[in-house]
């Protein structure tokens, strides 16, 4: 029997290129969260199933000028930073975290400050269409568990790392993990209560290996989280290349790309998710794609911190695994949509160059530029199979995580592709009317 049924035209994503449109189809959701069936208005049994559904009062009917999207996967968010969105972002990436970030974090040991913290992030999050979100916490096992539970309160689905930085030369004395021994006992420890915790609230709580990045952690402490991950089988969380700084910092430490630091401790797998990687050479995408490890693109922190543009359209080519995220709070904005909007400008940006010193033929990178059907895929689709989750997409058994938006009003006759544009160009948090997740 059905839970719910929806009716209204829905917009999802079936490949990387190509979105679809179904006008007053039917979405039936189970008992179980998941979508059972979606039926169009040519199909037998569509007036049944619509009138049962009003009869017994399970029918979810959208107004005219609503339509219904995948609830958005955000592959990067540092939760403890929520405070500081849109602070700063003028410093060097160093700066940044030295002088903002990291007392921030230091401040999570206080759980009530963390309470009110995460309680606002997750209702914003949701409020914004966001119903699934990778995040980084802080070095405090406490605080991080206080983000699950409110996490799994407000119902989004959450995927949460407690951060680990134990290296003297690069993290601070007042924020740091004490050693390697200590560092490893904490995470598994939170490993272990994330997991009790998805058992009693029967929600989607994944515990996840973070180690902060390359510059952050010892070598022990790299090896000895790769070991965590492999022994409790554990997606891996962490940055790549994210700025000239990180990348050179590994080449002057190890001799080696970030990338290739991260597989030598053999933290790059199927689990993986890499955020950023500004400044990743063909070699090291082709690393990535041999360990199906997936890139978090998150366009508005990277104009701000990532040195360059990254290639989105050529590793949609190649065929990596790559999502969207909005990296709070090095992007200012928790919005998919305001990613979204920025992965396409700044492609066209790559494509067309920006020093008008130089020829206009030799100015950019050509065929750069995504559309939006691609940036849409990444945020819903995409981002769902880098979590190995059955999301993202609107068909039957995928979980019905749902966001239903209100069109602004049209003033000349609208294609379906045209209104798809504009919802993913205009849509604001005021008009995400509901969100569902599961």
């Known amino acids: 029997m059905n839970d719910?049924?929806?009716?209204?035209?829905?917009?999802?994503s079936i490949n990387r290129d190509e979105v679809i449109t179904c006008e007053g189809y039917l979405i039936c959701v189970d008992q179980t969260g998941t979508i059972s069936r979606t039926i169009a208005p040519c199909e037998d049994d569509f007036n049944t199933v619509?009138?049962?559904a009003k009869q017994s009062d399970r029918l979810v009917e959208l107004k005219d000028n609503q339509y219904i999207l995948p609830g958005f996967i955000d592959l990067h968010i540092h939760a403890p930073q929520w405070p500081q969105a849109g602070l700063a972002l003028d410093l060097p990436l160093a700066d940044w975290l030295n002088h903002y970030t990291f007392p921030l974090e230091a401040k999570y040991q206080?759980?009530?400050?963390?309470?009110?913290?995460?309680?606002d992030l997750i209702h914003e999050l949701l409020s914004q269409g966001t119903t699934t979100a990778l995040m980084f916490g802080t070095i405090h096992t406490e605080a991080n568990l206080v983000l699950a539970r409110q996490s799994a309160a407000a119902g989004l689905r959450a995927y949460i790392g407690q951060v680990v930085m134990d290296n003297p030369e690069q993290t601070p004395e007042f924020y740091r993990n004490k050693s390697t021994q200590e560092a490893l006992e904490a995470n598994e420890e939170f490993i272990l209560a994330m997991q009790e915790l998805a058992?009693?609230?029967?929600?989607?709580l994944v515990p996840v290996i973070t180690p902060r990045f390359v510059p952050s952690c010892t070598d022990e402490t790299l090896a000895g989280l790769a070991k965590q991950a492999k022994q409790y089988d554990l997606p891996i969380q962490s940055h790549l290349s994210e700025s000239d700084w990180e990348h050179n910092y590994a080449i002057e430490r190890f001799g080696l790309h970030d990338t290739e630091v991260m597989e030598k401790f053999g933290l790059l797998t199927d689990k993986s998710v890499m955020a950023h990687g500004t400044q990743l050479t063909d070699s090291d995408l082709a690393t990535l794609h041999h360990k199906q490890t997936a890139i978090a693109h998150c366009p508005i922190s990277n104009s701000y911190f990532g040195n360059a543009v990254l290639p989105t359209k050529k590793i949609l080519r190649q065929g990596n695994k790559i999502g969207l995220g909005s990296d709070i709070s090095g992007g200012y904005s928790p919005s998919l949509y305001y990613n979204i909007r920025q992965a396409v400008k700044s492609s066209q940006m790559l494509e067309d160059g920006v020093d008008s010193a130089q020829p206009a033929q030799s100015r950019g990178v050509k065929s750069?530029?995504?559309?939006?059907?691609?940036?849409f895929y990444l945020a819903t689709l995409a981002g769902a199979e880098a979590l190995h989750l059955k999301a993202g997409k609107i068909a039957p058994g995928y979980q019905a995580d749902l966001q239903i938006v209100n069109a602004h009003p049209a003033l000349m006759n609208l294609s379906q592709d045209d209104i798809f544009q504009r919802l993913m160009y205009q849509t604001e948090r005021s008009d995400i009317a509901q969100v569902y997740v599961g």
């Open 368 to 375: 750069s530029r995504i559309t939006m059907a691609n940036a």
């Open 4 to 12: 719910i049924v929806i009716h209204g035209t829905y917009f999802s």
């Open 110 to 119: 206080d759980l009530e400050y963390a309470k009110m913290v995460y309680k």
């Open 50 to 52: 619509l009138q049962e």
């Open 199 to 204: 058992k009693q609230t029967q929600s989607t």
